[in-house]
């Protein structure tokens, strides 16, 4: 990012994750998954910023914040081609590009109310049949979905 006298720049974070190169109309969606809108710590959110690769971006930098693997899992769904960076003492520790997971073991949630997944206590699993739009099918009920809700 350059700067100029007309520019400021987003400041780096001391501690934290940062969320770079998510779709702008996905930054607020990913804002709930990650719990994001319920927390005390600074929280730096950026939309439709100019980017190099994806013509817009949003950003999401959340100070203190350290995300588990599920959590990841389900970030990874709603925004594929957002990676992932850990940041410890200022300093880039780690950078993960996310993918778009081919199978989905116990983090979605079965929209047929008959779905078996909806009447007995086994974990739902299901595959992608498109990426773009995404669209998923219950390994139990053989429903397809696009409008993914998280267990
Ligand atoms: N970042 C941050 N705080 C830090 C270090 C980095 O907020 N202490 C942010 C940067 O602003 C950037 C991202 O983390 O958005 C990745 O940092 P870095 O790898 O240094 O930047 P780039 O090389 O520009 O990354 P890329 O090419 O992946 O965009
Ligand atoms: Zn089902």
Do not use: W
């Amino acid at each position: 990012m350059t700067t100029n006298n007309k520019e400021l720049i987003v400041k780096k974070i001391e501690n934290g994750t940062v969320i770079d190169h998510i779709p702008s109309d996905k930054v607020f969606a990913v804002v709930r998954v990650l719990g994001l809108d319920i927390i005390e710590d600074e929280v730096l959110i950026g939309t439709n910023l100019e980017s190099k690769k994806y013509g817009k971006k949003g950003i999401i930098k959340a100070t203190n914040k350290f995300f588990d693997n599920e959590t990841i899992d389900k970030l990874a769904i709603i925004a594929p081609t957002a990676t992932l960076i850990t940041i410890k003492n200022y300093e880039v520790v780690e950078k993960k590009h996310l993918t778009l997971p081919k199978q989905m073991h116990n983090i979605v949630k079965c929209i047929n109310p008959n779905c078996v997944t909806n009447i007995e206590e086994i974990d739902t699993m299901f595959s992608v049949v498109s990426e773009e739009p995404l669209t998923i099918q219950c390994h139990y009920c053989e429903k397809t979905m696009s409008d993914i809700k998280f267990k």
